[in-house]
């Protein structure tokens, strides 16, 4: 009888389950980076989904025992996750941002970022709330980012953006399902390409793909999951910065501000441009590589072409 025969007899409660999902992560090594940060995280997400159960189930559950069924549909899960490295967001269908969960799957990348807290705050300190009335996500991928900011900032209007059209489907499929199809808008560009030509943005925010050639091919196999032009930009991971960079000043309000996360790349970027004044946000619950940037700065130092 091998282990998943054995989990499928002998566990018999959601804390069972939790406790071995959990031993058994830790024993193969997983990689947790697409939401949890541990083992023991991972699997009560998986479990309590698996079991239909909401994720802020109280203690109460950890001792009800599981019907013969409910064994082998969680034990199937968890298996799946260990063999074949399918980040939890993909096997459960959901994953969380900013306080709020949306529909994902593996045509857009997991929900991760840091800008999460920046909306969450209404982008205070660093910019007047008040002041934000159309903004641009570019790279939208699955749309949290300008959801989340369309739920946080009630009177704002936002446009989200993305080149892959498989993408765009599934963020309309989120902008339904939060009900603010009437303030969110979604568009198939290539960055700024395709946009409306009268629109100006007051904030234009952005998680693009910023991975440079070399990690990518050095990154755990549940990275390979989610699709690769969301990740992976040239040998710097700055390809599609560079374009932002260029672009944004004559896309913004005269107040208006450049929001952009390039994570491990943030060096490569200040090396490259040594003389741009890039503001580093901070975050309380972790996160680095995001910078800031006004449309005076950009018109400064990226003067168009």
């Known amino acids: 009888m091998n282990d998943l025969d054995i989990a499928s007899k002998e566990l018999l409660t959601v804390r069972d389950f939790i406790r071995w999902g ?4 830790a024993e193969n090594n997983l990689c947790f980076g697409h939401g949890t940060d541990n083992a023991w995280d991972e699997a ?4 309590l989904h698996s079991l239909h159960l909401p994720p802020e189930s109280g203690t109460e559950v950890l001792d009800a025992r599981l019907t013969s069924v ?4 969680v034990t199937v899960v968890l298996a799946t996750r260990i063999k074949e490295r399918i980040p939890a967001a993909y096997l459960n ?38 002041r934000i009335g159309r903004v641009l996500e570019l790279c939208t991928g699955g749309g949290c980012i300008g959801i989340a900011t369309a739920f ?25 399902s939060h009900g603010v199809e009437d303030r969110v808008f979604a ?5 700024f390409s395709s946009l409306p030509e009268d629109a100006a943005y ?62 491990n790349s943030d060096l490569a970027l200040t090396r490259a441009l040594p003389n741009v004044p890039f503001t ?16 005076e700065q950009l018109e400064a130092h990226f003067p168009q072409r």
Do not use: C
């Not at 994902?104 to 909306?119: F, H, N, Q, V, Y």
């Open 93 to 130: 269908g959901v994953a969380w941002f900013a306080g709020l969960q949306f529909k994902s799957d593996e045509r857009a990348l997991i929900p991760r970022s840091p800008i999460a807290e920046l909306i969450e705050n209404g982008f205070a300190p660093w910019i007047d709330s008040s």
């Open 280 to 295: 580093w946000l901070e975050f309380s619950r972790g996160g680095h590589g995001v910078f800031m940037l006004t449309k």
């Open 70 to 73: 409910e064994r082998k549909l």
């Open 22 to 25: 959990a031993s058994r992560f």
């Open 152 to 176: 946080h900032l009630p009177e704002s209007r936002v446009d989200i953006s993305d080149v892959s059209e498989a993408a765009l489907d599934l963020a309309r499929t989120n902008i339904d």
């Open 202 to 263: 007051d904030l234009i925010v952005s998680n693009p793909p910023y991975v440079d050639s070399s990690d990518f091919s050095k990154m755990p196999a549940e990275f390979h999951h989610e699709p690769v032009i969301a990740l992976e930009a040239g040998d710097d991971g700055l390809e599609l910065v560079h374009r932002i960079l260029q672009d944004a000043a004559q896309r913004l309000t005269d107040h208006g501000v450049l929001i952009v996360e390039v994570g």
């Open 187 to 191: 568009y198939q560009s290539d960055l």
């Open 44 to 47: 009560v997400q998986l479990v």
